[in-house]
């Protein structure tokens, strides 16, 4: 089964390729994150859409990436970053259409050309309107058949402090994590008031200290999506001074991803005593003041895609006619 699975992914991919985003690494293919490169002649030969995403490769001995306003980039300032990064293979996805605009941090870098516009278009179908042909139909096909059978194999998504908190100085992060099992292909969201937090990522000896001094990213959008990419321990705090201490911290510690079966994301942890279920009330359900809904169970999460999948099945079934 994850044999044929993964020969219709591969089929699929080859069908529809071009409607996927592209990704382009920073200067590639005659340079890279550096100095050395024109990043304005290197931009203007390419033409980014909303679903494209850009790698920045570099030494990160030498070299980040912080990503700034439009006036911070003209006067090649990282004294208010939007994010920054410095893991030296940072992806950043293009979600939305309008101009976004990186330097390098390090002092005299920017100002010596380490600077780069990416201006964003808005993704637009092919101009064609015609049918779509028999191939496109057994694509979207294969892509229903795929989604439905690799549902399980989609990483759940969690709101930090969610459902009773955020990302404040109020929630309790150990006894939220404790509840809660991460896997590698999860996903953490973290909301706040950009006004008043940030999140920053960082090693087990700065979380310990409270330091944000050597961070390993940090974000100040007040929406950040961090990927949990590999197993692991990750450590996040808020850089704002006092904050970390008051416990606006939280520990992730991700396991690897495991085949079909494994426990719900929201099972407790081995060891945890489980939480009293309360009995399902008959009158209307009244959503939680943080208005954050429970992060979904594998099995949620692949419902959703199964759903996903038909929806496909029913388009291409559709253009059959």
Same mark, same amino acid.
């Given at each position: ?17 071009? &409607?996927? +985003? ?35 490769? *570099? ?13 911070? *980039?003209?006067?090649? !300032? ?14 950043? @996805? ?12 390090? %002092? ?18 092919? +101009? ?33 402090? &969610? ?54 990213? !940090?974000?100040?959008? +007040?929406?950040?999506?961090? %990927? ?6 990750? *450590? ?31 099972? @407790?942890?081995?060891? !945890?005593? &489980?939480?009293?279920?309360? %009995? ?18 594998? !099995? ?22």
């Amino acid at each position: 089964m994850a044999t044929r699975a993964l020969l219709v992914i591969a089929l699929t991919a080859a069908v529809l390729g071009t &409607a996927l +985003g592209a990704s382009y690494t920073v200067g590639a293919p005659r340079g890279s994150w550096d100095t050395q490169t024109n990043y304005a002649q290197w931009a203007s030969n390419m033409k980014f859409l909303t679903g494209d995403q850009v790698l920045f490769r *570099y030494s990160r001995a030498t070299h980040n990436v912080v990503e700034v306003s439009k006036a911070d *980039y003209d006067a090649c !300032s990282a004294s208010s970053p939007i994010a920054s990064f410095q893991t030296g293979n940072d992806i950043v @996805p293009l979600t939305a259409a309008g101009s976004r605009y990186f330097i390098c941090g390090v %002092p005299g870098h920017c100002d010596g050309g380490m600077k780069v516009r990416i201006d964003v278009e808005e993704a637009t179908p092919s +101009g064609s309107t015609s049918a779509p042909s028999p191939m496109a139909t057994r694509a979207l096909l294969a892509i229903a058949v795929t989604l439905a059978v690799l549902g399980t194999a989609l990483g759940a998504s969690y709101t930090v402090g &969610a459902p009773r908190g955020s990302w404040d100085t109020q929630t309790n992060y150990v006894q939220w994590t404790s509840n809660l099992k991460f896997r590698a292909g999860d996903q953490l969201l973290f909301r706040y008031s950009r006004a008043a937090h940030n999140v920053v990522e960082v090693s087990k000896a700065d979380y310990d200290a409270c330091s944000a001094s050597s961070p390993i990213a !940090s974000f100040q959008t +007040g929406n950040d999506i961090v %990927p949990l990419a590999a197993a692991g321990s990750r *450590y996040f705090i808020c850089g704002v001074p006092g904050h970390c201490d008051a416990g606006m911290k939280v520990r992730i510690d991700v396991e690897e991803a495991t085949p079909g079966g494994a426990p719900s994301p929201m099972s @407790p942890r081995a060891g !945890s005593a &489980a939480p009293a279920v309360a %009995p399902m009330p008959s009158a209307e359900i009244t959503p939680s003041t943080s208005g954050q809904a429970m992060p979904p169970s594998s !099995s949620a999460v692949s419902a959703g895609v199964g759903s996903l999948g038909l929806c496909f099945g029913v388009v291409a079934l559709m253009a059959l006619y």
